[in-house]
Each structure stands twice: as C-alpha cells, then as structure tokens.
C-alpha cells in the first residue's frame, strides 16, 4: 500500500475515490495516528516543563508570579480547546504575511499558521493549564515532614526542589497526570476539525475517518477503525505510565504493586 | 432595529456600531447562545438518567445486563468523545431510516448500493416536504441524544464509583434490618451516594460546558456557526462592509465560555459545601471541627 506515509505527504497523492477496500481505510487511518502520536507527545513534552513552572508560579507568595500563572490557568481551563484553536489561528493568521522586523532580522510567521506547530503551541499551552493545576494540588499535599527533613539537612533552594519536592509531587500527581495525558491524546483528534486546515489533505486519523464516512455514506467502518487505534494506543500509554509509576514509588515497598490501576475518565 | 438604521451607508461610529450589532443575523447569533443554553438544560438531565442507569447495570446480578453497562461504561475511556459525536448522530440515522424503509417501502432493493445510502422518498428522515424546522429540530434531536449517550457513559463511571463509595457496612445494615435488595437502594443507597458523586458531577458539568462547541460539527448553527459567518470578512456589496473581524467574534465566545464556567464553579462549590455538611467525609469531618455547621 502507498498510503502508509500520506498523512506526512509521501506516496500516493490522490486518495481513494471508489472502491474503498478495508486495507485502503486501515492504513490510511493509521497513517493519520501519526499526527496524533505527534502532537501528544511533543504537547505532553513541553507541557509537562511548562506545567512545573506554572504550579511552582502559583505556589509563590509574590503576587507577580502568583496572579498571572493564576490568570493563565484559569483561561486555559475554563474555556473550550475548540475554541481556543480557533482563536488562535485567527490571530496567528493576523501576523503579517511577510514576517516580523525584530532588532534588524525578519522572523518568519508564516509557519505559525500550519497545524503542526500553531496546534501544537495551543495544545501545549492547554496541557500545561491543566497539567499545572495537578502539580499544583500534588504540591500541596506534599507531606510537611519531607521538607523539614530536608531542611535539616541543610538543603535549599534548588537542591530542596530537585531532591525531595519535585520527585514527591510527581509520585503524587502521576495517576491524575496520566489521565490527563489520556484526555490530551484524544484531544489531538479535535486539531484538523478546528480553525487549522489540513494542508493538501494530510490530516489525522479521525480526518481520514470522517473522509471515508463522508465518501462511503457508512459510518459503521470507519469510525470503529479510529476507535481501535485509539484503544489501543491508550492502553499502551497505561502500560507505559505504570512502568514510570513504578519507577517514581520504587523506595516505598509494596506501594507501586498495589496501585491498582484505575484510569479516571474525569479530566 | 432603530429608527436610522435604515441607510447603513451615511452611519459612522458608534451609531454605526450600533446598528450593525442588533441586524437580524446578529439577532440570531445572540438566539444561538440560548440553543447552547437550551442544550445544556436538556442534555444534562438526560445524561444523568443514562448514567444512573449505566450505573445500576453494572451492579446488576444478571450477567448480560451487567456486562452491557460495564461496555457501556467503559466505552469513552479509549475512545475520543468527538468520535462518537460524529459516529452516534449518522449511526442513528441511518438506522431509523432503514427500519423505515423495512416498513414503508415497497422496494426490496438493498439500503446499501455501492458508496451510496438509499431509502425511498417515503422513509426519508425527516420528510423532504416537511419545513425547515422540522430538519432543525430533527437535528438537534440527534445531537442531544449523542451528547447523551456520550455524557451518561462519562456520568455511569461516576456514578458507579459513588455508589461503591457508600460505605458498605451501611448497605449490611439496612439488609440486617429486613430491607429488600430494592428497598436498600432507594433508602440507603442513592441519598447516600450524592456526596460522594457531585465532584466528579460538578467536573462533568463543566466538561459538558466545554463540549457544547462541539455542536457546530453536527450542522448545527450554533455561537461557532455563527461567530464564523459573521466574522468573515464582508465587501462594500453588503450592507455592512467590514474586514476580518472572526478574532473578535470568537473573543467574545470565549469570555461567555470563561463567564459559565466561572459561575458555575462558584454555585457548584456551594452545594458541595452544603452536601458535605453532616456527612462522614473529611469535608464533613473539617466542616464540624470548624463549627461552621
């Protein structure tokens, strides 16, 4: 088959027009998890940097950290990701065509608008406002001992974060932090159905599906193709934050093994 | 609307801004906000019926029963919600279309013929005589029970989960004292699992508030539809000429977005409060040590 590479624009040009075969929508769909496997894991690479910084922002007693990481979770939070992508490509689509003068060298804008990095800023930013609330409750339960112990033992500043605060807060914060990568990854099927087009029709998998649907009028295909890929991946992603989470409780005997695994649905 | 608006073209400023805000189009996209409303109203109690009913099969001792609601339940947790969204309305669809068709055509020509979805004139839904609002209705109809079924699953695993929150020696004693299976329900079982549901109800509340946008890919016109047609940039041939204005049309979609989840935040953690209050919780158990209650 030519389309396993036509999400990214390689091989067949033309997508099927008749005659659509299982294999044709199989691999076709599958082509389009890639944008998805893309944009989860870069979002949930920067975001999760980006979600520290805004959780430790908000624990600070200076108001001019505290209000604006406050203000921005509020925003990413209480307003649809729908609308969000919309809104941002209308105002990356307002920069100037040319590109922006700073200090003599012209930046070029014209890429912000393309989906895989104006969808990826605004998923980004909506897994950090998320993220951040998480770390930020997990913060607040860290135990008040840990840090008068690491206190005594003369650390501060960067080496308390480092040692005892930030490993405590992810061991914390992971299952809630697993679901919320669940809910981002499937959240990256909303990308092409947004204000972002899909340029010479390399779209996600949840694109292709629609395709096929919309040609086929048969919805009873496709849809559950999309679905099985994403079930799939899903439970990979589990395995794959039980093995971190094992690895975060790994000095508190028994307690990664009894962890029972019970991914919550509510982000 | 107003009395000088007649001449669009001689207006400027405020007077002008203020004409073109209250035109017919703009009537309907300020109506569209109450579509979302209106859906909210319908949707959620419905959702919490699928919920609660998910729920009950799951605990249900006849095995088929139980395994459909733990499918069902388990159904929105691989899957993207958008997905059935676009499944679910079509799915639909086509399966009313297709018992009607059994029924009132007399063709026995299959309903699928090659790409295409064929049914006879007569078991078209809705009838392509009947008026527009009856396909509006139709439609949101359709979209409704999606948001339904999708939200019931979302409020069956919260539901199932208050309901093995209620403290188990509660249920033993409402059964040492005689209570049939359904009795121990009604009496103990539900009034007892609200406090320990409303978070994650209240959390469900808000998501279903963030997936109302979500209706302008059904065909629905609603607050997106309309903040799109809007906004797009308009030439001197319409009454309002005006150029791409789509940022700020969707600005002030987002701040009614931040406006009701931000209210229903505050109303929200006031039941919580209230609901936690003489209960056997840590809510309930700080709420006493404070005195509040």
């Not at chain 2, 987002?254 to 209050?277: G, K, N, P, Q």
């Amino acid at each position: 088959m030519d389309y396993g590479l036509r999400s990214l624009g390689f091989g067949e040009r033309l997508l099927p027009r008749s005659d659509f075969t299982l294999c044709q929508q199989f691999t076709l769909i599958g082509s389009g998890l890639i944008w998805n496997l893309y944009f989860a894991f870069f979002a949930l690479l920067f975001g999760f940097f980006l979600a520290t910084g805004l959780a430790l922002a908000k624990t600070s007693t200076n108001s001019w950290l505290r209000k604006p990481a406050e203000g921005f979770i509020f925003l990413f939070r209480g307003s649809p990701l729908f609308i969000q992508f919309f809104l941002a490509y209308e105002a990356l689509v307002m920069l100037p065509r040319a590109g922006v003068e700073i200090f003599g060298f012209t930046v070029a804008t014209s890429w912000l608008t393309k989906a895989w990095a104006g969808a990826l800023i605004v998923l980004t930013l909506n897994t950090a406002a998320y993220s951040a609330q998480i770390f930020h409750g997990a913060l607040m339960s860290v135990p008040k001992g840990d840090i008068e112990a690491a206190e005594a033992y003369g650390m501060t500043g960067w080496t308390k974060f480092r040692r005892v605060l930030w490993p405590t807060m992810l061991r914390l914060a992971w299952p809630s932090y697993t679901n919320e990568a669940i809910f981002l990854f499937h959240a990256t099927t909303l990308v092409f159905f947004s204000g972002f087009p899909a340029f010479q029709q390399r779209g996600d998998s949840l694109y292709y599906a629609s395709y096929f649907a919309g040609q086929t009028f048969n919805p009873f295909i496709a849809y559950p193709i999309v679905a099985l890929y994403f079930i799939v991946s899903t439970l990979a992603l589990i395995g794959l934050s039980g093995i971190v989470n094992r690895r975060l409780n790994r000095h508190l005997p028994g307690a990664a093994g009894r962890i029972r695994y019970r991914p919550q649905i509510i982000r | 609307m107003f009395s000088f608006c007649s001449d669009p073209s001689v207006l400027d400023g405020l007077a002008w801004l203020s004409c073109y805000l209250t035109t017919g189009t703009h009537m309907l996209f300020y109506a569209s906000f109450g579509v979302v409303l209106l859906l909210l109203a319908i949707t959620a109690p419905i959702a919490l019926l699928f919920g609660y009913g998910g729920a009950m099969a799951s605990r249900s001792r006849i095995a088929p029963v139980r395994w459909f609601g733990k499918i069902y339940t388990s159904m929105v947790r691989g899957v993207p919600d958008i997905v059935f969204f676009l499944f679910v309305p079509i799915a639909l669809d086509q399966g009313l279309e297709w018992l009607r068709h059994q029924a009132l055509c007399d063709s026995d020509a299959p309903v699928r013929q090659g790409n295409d979805f064929v049914v006879c004139a007569s078991a078209k839904l809705p009838l392509s005589t009947s008026p527009e609002w009856v396909h509006d209705i139709y439609a949101m109809t359709l979209a409704v029970i999606a948001f339904s079924v999708v939200f019931g699953a979302f409020a069956a695993n919260v539901l199932y989960g208050a309901m093995q929150a209620v403290p188990r020696a509660q249920l033993e004693t409402a059964e040492a004292y005689g209570m049939t299976p359904r009795q121990v329900t009604r009496r103990i079982l539900v009034p007892q699992m609200w406090t320990y549901a409303l978070p994650g109800l209240s959390n469900l509340w808000m998501i279903l508030i963030k997936a109302t946008p979500l209706l302008f890919l059904l065909g629905i016109e609603d607050i997106v539809y309309w903040a799109r047609e809007l906004g797009g940039a308009k030439t001197s041939s319409f009454a309002y000429p005006h150029p791409d204005w789509r940022l700020y049309y969707f600005l002030a979609v987002l701040v009614f977005y931040l406006l009701m989840t931000w209210v229903s935040e505050r109303v929200l953690d006031r039941v919580i409060h209230r609901l936690s209050a003489g209960q056997a919780t840590m809510a309930g158990e700080a709420q006493r040590k404070a005195g509040v209650v």
